[in-house]
């Protein structure tokens, strides 16, 4: 046992994992109980992650990967400061192009926290450098990325946990568990309160590259713009926080996001295919229908999904909240059964219609919502143990289908059958076509 390469064990996981570290390899406060981490992205929503990285005992954060030389150098300096503050003395290795950090051999696992036009090539990438990953919603960019992206990770055996942190919160599950477990009676109905922005086109005036961001490898894959701070906003000095600016308008650009509907869609939606046992599945049909939107006047029309068995995933929160007595500041996720309302929000925010549902205890085990509250605490307990992480590659991949297969018919205007076992739209071979995008310049050919 001691002549195992850590690397190599680390990287294999499942039965093989638990039944050696029965035998203490990863002992607390040995020599080989750590994982090495590198973070790729550090813009906003990379502080979700650092800070308790960077507190684990079980893992070490040491390399880090960005476009910007401002942000290598704040990041390097504020995490080895944290681990200074613990005693230790850690040196963060920074690459400014991410295949030096995947090619690193010291690195066990990567974080993918970059726009969603990078997160299949890079995840594809990590996996076959055999790095366990865990890749921010929505998993990919288009529909045929992430048949992709499952097959790499299959293919490689690493862990692979998607970034819908929302299953680890128990106000969730405890809506997610009263569906699940029939004590709504039948579930017809599901709302999804995303805020109604589709994605579409911006012509930002161009503005001077700062010297310190490499923009040819921010742009990557996807179609060349010219720099500007909507894109790509610039930290700021000290003493104000580097990353108090607002969160990227990337995400509303077609080029590069795939709007609310992939970015609190792939929240939202993923909440109610847990709930309505869709995991890894899809719904069937995509309607559109004629509404206006109220801040968008050029937007005039509105989705809704149906399952095969007739559940119906909505946009919003439903009216009957109210006349039930609902008297919280918000409903993200509603389940409506014929016997019963169950809705979740962020911030520990759970709601039933009846008070015999709101005093009901999850009791994890068989097909319930597993107990795990730490989404990254999860992942890391993964890759030390092999037990499963609550959202793997083919969850994360069902659901951001459905944000996407959203997104296309509100672009034709139209209705589409799905077919998510062939992870294909029916009869419909011109529309087929929009589940992929061709791939600029040396990043064509690596998927």
């Known amino acids: 046992m001691g002549t195992i390469n850590r690397r190599s064990f680390i990287k294999s996981t499942g039965i093989f994992t638990a039944a050696m570290l029965s ?3 990863f002992a607390e406060g040995g020599a080989n109980s750590k994982i090495n981490v590198g973070v790729i992205g550090l813009g906003k929503q990379s502080y979700a992650h650092i800070p308790q990285l960077a507190s684990d005992s079980r893992c070490m954060l040491t390399a880090i990967s960005d476009v910007d030389d401002a942000r290598l150098n704040y990041v390097k300096q504020d995490v080895e400061k944290r681990y200074a503050q613990q005693g230790k003395k850690v040196e963060v290795k920074t690459y400014k192009d991410f295949r030096g950090l995947l090619a690193d051999p010291s690195i066990d696992a990567v974080f993918i926290v970059t726009p969603d036009h990078w997160h299949a090539i890079m995840s594809i990438l990590a996996a076959r450098a055999g790095k366990h990953i865990y890749c921010e919603k929505p998993m990919t960019f288009s529909v045929l990325e992430g048949e992709q992206v499952a097959k ?5 055996g690493v862990v692979f946990q998607t970034g819908s942190q929302q299953r680890s919160e128990p106000a969730f599950r405890n809506a997610v568990w ?3 477990s029939g004590m709504l009676g039948n579930v017809r109905e599901v709302y999804c309160n995303v805020p109604w922005r589709f994605p579409t086109i911006y012509n930002w005036d161009a503005e001077v590259l ?8 921010w742009i990557g894959p996807a179609p060349m713009r010219s720099f500007t701070h909507h894109l790509l906003d610039l930290i700021r000095p000290a003493p104000e926080y580097a990353y108090a600016y607002p969160w990227g308008e990337w995400r509303w650009h077609s080029d590069y996001g795939n709007g609310m509907q992939a970015d609190w869609g792939a929240h939202h939606f993923d909440i109610a295919q847990w709930g309505l046992g869709m995991d890894g599945k899809g719904p069937k049909h995509i309607y559109v229908y004629p509404k206006q939107n109220p801040s968008f006047p050029n937007d005039k029309k509105c989705i809704y999904y149906e399952y095969a068995n007739g559940a119906k995933v909505f946009y919003g929160s439903p009216s009957i909240l109210q006349k ?4 919280k500041p918000s409903a993200m996720v509603t ?12 911030g520990g925010i759970f709601w039933a219609d009846k008070p015999s549902l709101r005093s009901v205890k ?34 994360g991949e069902s659901s951001c289908n459905m944000c996407l297969i959203g997104n296309i018919a509100h672009k034709l205007g139209r209705y589409l059958e799905w077919d998510w076992r062939k992870k294909r739209f029916v009869g419909d071979p011109k529309t087929n076509a929009l589940l992929w995008r061709e791939h600029r310049g040396e990043w064509k050919n690596i998927i």
Do not use: Y
């Not at 319930?368 to 990254?376: D, G």
């Open 178 to 180: 009263l569906a699940r």
């Open 335 to 346: 389940f409506i059964g014929d016997e019963g309302i169950a809705c979740a929000s962020r």
């Open 324 to 327: 039930k007595g609902f008297n």
């Open 210 to 217: 700062p010297q310190s961001i490499d923009w040819d490898m």
């Open 23 to 25: 035998k203490g390899l």
């Open 362 to 395: 999850v009791r994890p085990g068989g097909d319930v919502p597993m107990s795990n509250t730490n989404h990254i605490g999860n992942f890391i307990e993964a890759i030390l143990t092999g037990s499963p992480v609550i959202c793997p590659v083919e969850i």
């Open 152 to 156: 790499a990770v299959k293919s490689a």
